[in-house]
């Protein structure tokens, strides 16, 4: 494979996502030479720094947060290809000398051109910066330009269509590189594989042989420090907009045409618009929401949801949602999709169940009742892995039959790449397989706008359900009306 040398223009170089993920995942990629070595970083924030006090907080980050091993001997083969630069974003005048830097850094590390421009900010802030990109002339280069972009993508359909109009004065749609770091994970990338590749799978993916599918994305930490931006977005738009819908996508496309990131963006797309909309008056009927109250979260105490600092004491904000989703394309007409996404829930697990139909029960069952059905687990987080549950004999006994697993675990002993190191360096050498295509994200408005809009205008309010537990009852009815439940977390 061959490397690319670049400039990453990083806005927000102060923030927690790059001291938490990206400086981390430029060591890993650079210690296990996954970086060319002629590449430069240019850190971008409000406050006045020297390159020395930039690379000392770029180290302590690593120290911090790398998954990699960390010797003395790393830091001066990658500390010097970092500085730091303060700009005011919304003043274009602080564009001019940046353009001024990056060139030099270009001639001293011999690259020809090629500029990530990393937006790590406050997501009203895009719109600016692409535009003050292109009038100081840093978008002009010999080489490639490319704009990777942190989520929300807008807060509904308008206002993701007015900043995608304004981005692309700047960037085509092939260069602009949006984040959906669940797509980065091993095992979503992981669904495309399993099920194009065995022969065993394929044949069966498919509404004769699937009863439903579940999806469930719980966290046991609460809202954090995140209330200004989350009591606006609730789990809507923060989980289900986006990373619940990518996973969709993943388990529902169809086979692409090639491994290549327009056709398996193609085949997305199909899905999502397959995706039954939801009218605004039929929102109850498919989806439920919840806020958390006190409980007890890993054998601690926690507070209400109304109660974390930040948020309003009457806020209705959604931190739970469940939803029941029909694709109503051949493959999947009849088969519902449940999805489950929330904050201080019982545990941290996210989670695929693909549930096959059962057997007729006339010859073999369970002394207890129900001969189970198949069951394809795929977990994503924090295990990775695949587990099968298939019926067979109990050892010794006559025809008893019992569930046993076929169980592989994809992150046990070794360590899987951090999210956002596979999605940095596909952007670095120009794959936008696992990004997501501005078509996908507009149809996921699409689909979630009546929703909130629905919620908006109740005038219900929300259901609580305890912190600690797997979210209000009403999401067990969801499954209930369909004479289905939840399949427990693994
Ligand atoms: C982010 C959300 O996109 O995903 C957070 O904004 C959430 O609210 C996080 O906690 C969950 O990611 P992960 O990788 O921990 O499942």
New binding site residues.
Partial sequence: QSLQPFVMVLFGANGDLAKRKLFPALFSLHKNRLLHENFAVVGLGRSPKDDARFREAVRESVEKYARTSVDETDWEGFLPHFSYRSVDINNPEDFRPLKEHVESLEKKHSISGNRLFYLAIAPDLFGNVSTHLKASGLTDTAGWKRLVIE?PFGHDHESAQRLNNQIRQTFQEEEIYRID??LGKEMVQNIEVIRFANSLFEPLWNNRYIDNVQIT?S?T?GVEE?AGY?DHAGALQ??VQ??MLQMVMMVAMEPPSRLKPEAIHDEKVKVLRSLRRIKEEEVDQYVVRGQYHAGTVDGKPVVSYRQEEGVSSDSQTETFVAAKMYIDNFRWSGVPFFVRTGKRMAQKA?EIVIQFKEMPKNLYFNREGDLGPNLLVISV?PTEGLSLRINAKKPGSDNDVVPIALDFCNNCGVDSPE?YERLLQDAIEGDLTFFTRWDEVSLAWKYVDPIRNAWDQTERSIPLYKAGSWGPKEADRLLAQENKSWWPVS
Avoid: G, I, L, P
């Fill in positions: 989520k770091h669940y994305a966290e930490v995140r989350y923060d989980m986006n990373h996210t987080n999210a």
